[in-house]
Every structure is written in C-alpha cells, then in structure tokens.
C-alpha cells in the first residue's frame, strides 16, 4: 500500500516555463513534507519542504503547496532550467513512537527542453 | 563538515553470492537508514539504525540485514543474491531535524 503517491513518472516542460510535480499522500499522520531532487549516479539531495500548518512555502524558484484536506501537495518551478532535469522525490514524515521516518514517493522525473 | 559516504561506489556479483555494503554517516549524526531504488520503484526502505540498534523495518526478506556499529557507521548484508536484487542502495543519515541526507548509493549488479 503506497501511501506516498507521484502518479506522472515524467514529465517535460519547455525551458522558462512553469513545472509542476504533483504528490498524494493517504496517511493523516504525515506533518512534515519535503521534496529531494535526484541526478544520475548521486543520491537524492533535499530540496524544499513544508509542515503541515502552513500552505505555502517558498526558496527561489521553488514553491511548495500543500493542501491537506486533499491530501495533495505541488512543487512549483518557476522558471524552470535545463538544469532542473532531475528525478524529483516526494517524501512524507510522520512521528511514530517518539520517532520520525520518512516514506518516499515513486518519483517524477523532469525534462527542462532548452 | 563530510558527508555520508558509502563504499565501495560498484559491485557487481553473481547470483547466489552475498554481499556488503558499507555507510559512513555524517559526523554527529547517530541514525542511518538505507533505501533500495529500482527504476519505477522509487525508493523502498530496508531498516533504520540509532545507536546500534534497529529501529525500523521495511517489507524486505530476510536476505536483506543490517547493523551499526558503536561509531555509527552502518553495513547492509544481501545473501544469496537474486537477479531481482540489482538496484542502487542508497544510505541516508539524519540528525535532529526532519530531513535525510543521501550519500552516493552503491550500484550493485546481479548477474
């Protein structure tokens, strides 16, 4: 049961134009989200994140939304760049026993056309 | 500050044969937890590490083990090797705060 969910494997987007990546979460104990950008051959490096008592979180050209009555969260790359083309991770922490995992979604992988 | 360093960086084996995998954490940090990524997959986690002890376990085999030693660094065990098995196995470190920090993954191929 995947309870973190990166429906679009890919995705590609003209170079200035807007990326948006989407992720699902089913499990209400999540509080805690981030998102980890991959290249090839490195491993997933973090990205921007968001708690769940905001809507919003911005760093440069990347937004995270959050809406949690979807259960839905977005990130926003705006301009989007050649070199933004990456595999993006969605990851969700919940707190468990007095401590805190991560569950990965299955990833969306972004190609920025020059 | 380093940061979590895994060795070696490739491996290639044959079925059948085990193999081990090793993770330095960042210093300070006293859990690691490993990650198994296959195209489509995104990353399965396999075990979490604190204080030599595992704290969490994913929905892998019994081939698949771990431990950490009293410094913090991690090794990950897969005995008698699958095909199915060839994947980058990725191991993160976390200190107090939400997120994980990757090292490079060690690419392992069955054939």
């Known amino acids: 049961d995947q309870q973190v969910k990166q429906n679009s494997p890919s995705l590609s987007v003209q170079e200035g134009r807007i990326s948006i990546l989407n992720c699902d979460y089913t499990?209400?104990?999540?509080?805690?989200f981030l998102w980890y950008k991959k290249y090839p051959a490195e491993g997933p490096t973090f990205l921007i994140s968001?708690?769940?008592?905001?809507d919003k979180n911005e760093d440069g050209r990347f937004t995270v939304f959050l809406n949690k009555s979807a259960k839905h969260l977005s990130l926003h790359i705006v301009p989007s760049q050649p070199g933004d083309s990456a595999v993006y991770f969605c990851?969700?922490?919940?707190?468990?026993?007095?401590?805190?995992?991560?569950?990965f979604g299955s990833g969306t992988r972004l190609q920025v056309q020059p | 500050k380093a940061g979590v360093t895994q060795t070696p960086r490739y491996l290639i084996k044959t079925r059948g044969q085990q193999v081990t995998l090793s993770c330095s954490p960042i210093?300070?940090?006293?859990?690691v937890s490993w990650y198994q990524q296959t195209p489509g997959q995104g990353l399965q986690f396999l075990f979490e590490?604190?204080?030599?002890?595992?704290?969490n376990k994913g929905n892998f085999p019994g081939r698949f083990s771990g431990r950490q030693f009293s410094n913090s660094r991690s090794e990950m065990n897969v005995s008698t090797l699958e095909l199915g098995d060839s994947a980058l196995y990725l191991c993160?470190?976390?200190?107090?705060?939400?997120?994980?920090?990757f090292g490079s993954g060690t690419r392992l191929t069955v054939v």
């Open positions: 993160a470190s976390t200190g107090t705060d939400y997120g994980y920090t």
């Open positions: 499990n209400s104990m999540f509080d805690y």
């Open positions: 968001i708690s769940s008592i905001k």
């Open positions: 990851a969700a922490s919940a707190k468990l026993a007095g401590r805190r995992a991560l569950t």
């Open positions: 210093s300070g940090h006293r859990s």
């Open positions: 590490y604190f204080s030599e002890t595992q704290r």
